[in-house]
């Protein structure tokens, strides 16, 4: 397992957008499939976007296609999840994920063995 730490959360409008980041140390990321999570009171964790190793692979569920993006920054270690067009359906605590694998990524959170502590992102009405 490697340490993961997520930031960026926050109280937003209804159509306001936030970026998220995801970041380690003593590992390089890049080396690491990586998703992202949200899960809201009284719901079950929802697989929002991954991206492969090599970022051959990238996935978006269908909740949040063409508002939400993932993307790495490998001179930052780091990996961001850009959120536009919030709603308050998107509103949660959002977690980032690891694995070491080949070059592929699934939303399944079984799919992961490192994660982080959550970033609560609220969107109001």
């Known amino acids: 397992q490697l340490p993961l730490v997520e930031s960026g959360g926050d109280l937003v409008h209804s159509g306001g957008s936030l970026r998220l980041s995801c970041a380690t140390s003593?590992?390089?990321?890049?080396?690491?499939?990586v998703g992202w999570f949200r899960q809201a009171p009284g719901k079950e964790r929802e697989g929002i976007s991954c991206?492969?190793?090599?970022?051959?692979?990238?996935s978006y569920a269908d909740s949040v296609k063409g508002r939400f993006t993932i993307s790495r920054d490998n001179n930052e270690n780091t990996v961001s999840l850009q959120m536009n067009s919030l709603i308050p359906e998107d509103t949660a605590v959002y977690y980032c994920?690891?694995?070491?694998?080949?070059?592929?990524?699934?939303?399944?959170?079984?799919?992961?063995?490192?994660w982080g502590q959550g970033t609560q992102v609220t969107v109001s009405s």
């Open positions: 003593g590992f390089v990321l890049n080396y690491y499939a």
């Open positions: 991206i492969s190793r090599k970022d051959s692979v990238i």
């Open positions: 994920a690891a694995q070491w694998t080949q070059e592929y990524c699934v939303l399944s959170p079984q799919g992961y063995n490192s």
